[in-house]
């Protein structure tokens, strides 16, 4: 870039159905661990849905939070709430370290608030108005993560909410590398948060046969790249990073875990929920990405696959990678362990590639076993490979079409 | 002045806003004193209404500046 200006990641903060922080969730990863667990919630039985699993947070935000304050916020809510406060105290920021108005905040949902407007459209239903929750917009409004983190945080340079499916909480982090080459914000606090495991979602996802069933093995059910996958299982949890301008770091002797060095976005005009087999528009993505990083393809190491579990969308991806990049980089697809995150997905597989790069080490892909003939990349099975990293790529797609690629450097 | 309308809306106010129950006194503004906005002031009266068998309009919510005018209130109208 000519600007000069380069944005530098100084905090990470996450909750997830593998950890209730970054150390955790990352430690966990490593390990092989997954988030998956039978759903018991009564309304799984009520309607036979076909699908009985989840990737559920292992540390409930309710926990984490006074009681009054976690009644004042959706589910969704309370997952950024937890991630934003460990990002911003891991960055070692306090209420001195910037100007409010040089702050912003961007966090993405996927689906917002809908555990709020299913409860509250309940409550209607059989209490009438009087007792519906004055707080039920607050709480179900998609901005509403963002809306209340910014709140806490007093952030005046702006408060964004990208809603992108997905892609949304990589969009959000995309959004914050724009705001601060643009010189609009020295610091934003990014990522994504998601919290709708709930009848209707599950029901809608599977009806649409996006969704796993492999019910009586849930910790093998979400298996990227392998022969034997059949769908997503759905998650939810939180990531949360803060960018800052480097030289606005440095000066204040902030820690810093590594560059995103480049963004790229793009949208397939495709379909609105199948992934362009092709991935003419995901490697365009990617493309930018690395143009925008100023990054050779041949100096990319790794790629931090979008990789859901489902037959179409994980063999498009590859794909879109061998044309925007080539057959060298390693493959590795997290939600193997996590689950799918929708909104959230984005910025917490955004943090796993910073800490890739940090640590120099790719996590395997969990439950791959078999991969799928189709894939004719290097894709990381069995346990973690140590590889030193000079650049990683992290993909994110939204149905929509909505293509986001983040390119990160070490520090 | 209700001692027991003071004691049943100070745990409402408590359930509903997080302010001690014994922060709760009849000279106290819900919204200089208790920090407790617009919102909140809608769940505890719909919640006062459900204890108290009252009714409280909106127009007469909004005169209920202290916490004394809403026992005072609730009290009469009982």
């Known amino acids: 870039m000519t600007s000069g200006i380069e944005v530098v990641i100084t905090g990470l903060g996450a909750t997830t159905p593998l950890g209730g922080d970054v150390t955790s969730t990352w430690d966990a990863l490593l390990a092989g661990k997954s988030g998956v667990r039978p759903m018991t919630h009564d309304w799984v039985e009520k309607y036979d849905l076909p699908v009985k699993i989840a990737s559920q947070l292992v540390v409930d935000p309710t926990e984490v939070l006074p009681r009054v304050e976690a009644r004042r916020l959706d589910r969704s809510e309370q997952v950024a709430i937890v991630a934003s406060r460990q990002a911003w105290s891991d960055a070692g920021h306090d209420d001195d370290t910037v100007d409010r108005q040089r702050l912003a905040v961007i966090i993405g949902t996927g689906i917002g608030g809908a555990i709020t407007l299913l409860t509250q459209d309940d409550i209607l239903e059989q209490h009438g108005l009087r007792k519906v929750s004055p707080l039920t917009v607050p709480m179900l409004m998609p901005n509403g993560p963002a809306a209340h983190v910014g709140l806490e945080l007093k952030a005046q340079a702006g408060v964004h909410a990208p809603v992108s499916a997905c892609a949304s909480g990589a969009e959000a982090i995309a959004w914050a590398y724009r705001m601060i080459m643009s010189g609009e914000a020295d610091v934003v606090v990014a990522g994504g948060a998601e919290a709708c495991i709930t009848a209707i979602p599950v029901a809608g996802f599977s009806q649409a046969r996006t969704m796993s069933t492999r019910n009586d093995e849930p910790e093998k059910a979400s298996r990227p790249f392998d022969t034997g996958r059949d769908g997503f299982v759905l998650g939810e949890g939180a990531g949360i990073m803060v960018l800052e301008r480097r030289e606005f770091a440095e000066a204040r002797g902030a820690r810093i875990y590594g560059r995103l060095a480049g963004i790229g976005t793009s949208a397939d005009g495709y379909h609105i929920t199948a992934p362009d087999p092709e991935g003419v528009g995901q490697s365009r993505a990617i493309a930018a990405a690395l143009r925008s990083g100023g990054i050779d393809p041949s100096d990319v190491g790794h790629v931090n696959c979008h990789a859901t579990s489902t037959p179409v969308g994980d063999v498009a991806e590859t794909v879109a990678i061998r044309k925007a990049i080539g057959d060298h980089p390693v493959l590795t697809a997290p939600k193997g362990a996590l689950g799918h995150l929708l909104g959230a997905a984005g910025a917490v597989e955004a943090i796993v590639t910073v800490l890739s790069i940090r640590d120099g080490i790719v996590p395997q892909t969990l439950n791959l076993e078999n991969l799928d003939p189709a894939v004719t990349l290097d894709v990381v099975a069995g346990e973690p490979r140590k590889i030193k990293l000079e650049a990683a790529v992290n993909d994110s797609f939204g149905f929509g079409g909505h293509n986001v690629a983040l390119a990160f450097t070490p520090a | ?78």
């Open chain 2, 1 to 78: 002045m209700s001692e027991n309308v003071l004691s049943g809306l100070a745990e409402i106010v408590e359930e509903v806003a997080g302010v001690a129950a014994d922060d709760v006194t009849a000279d106290k503004s819900f919204v200089d004193d208790l920090d407790i906005d617009s919102l909140s002031m809608v769940e505890i009266a719909v919640q006062a209404e459900d204890k108290f068998g009252v009714k409280i309009p909106d127009d007469e919510l909004a005169n209920l500046k202290t916490v004394g005018d809403a026992v005072n209130y609730i009290t009469s109208n009982k």
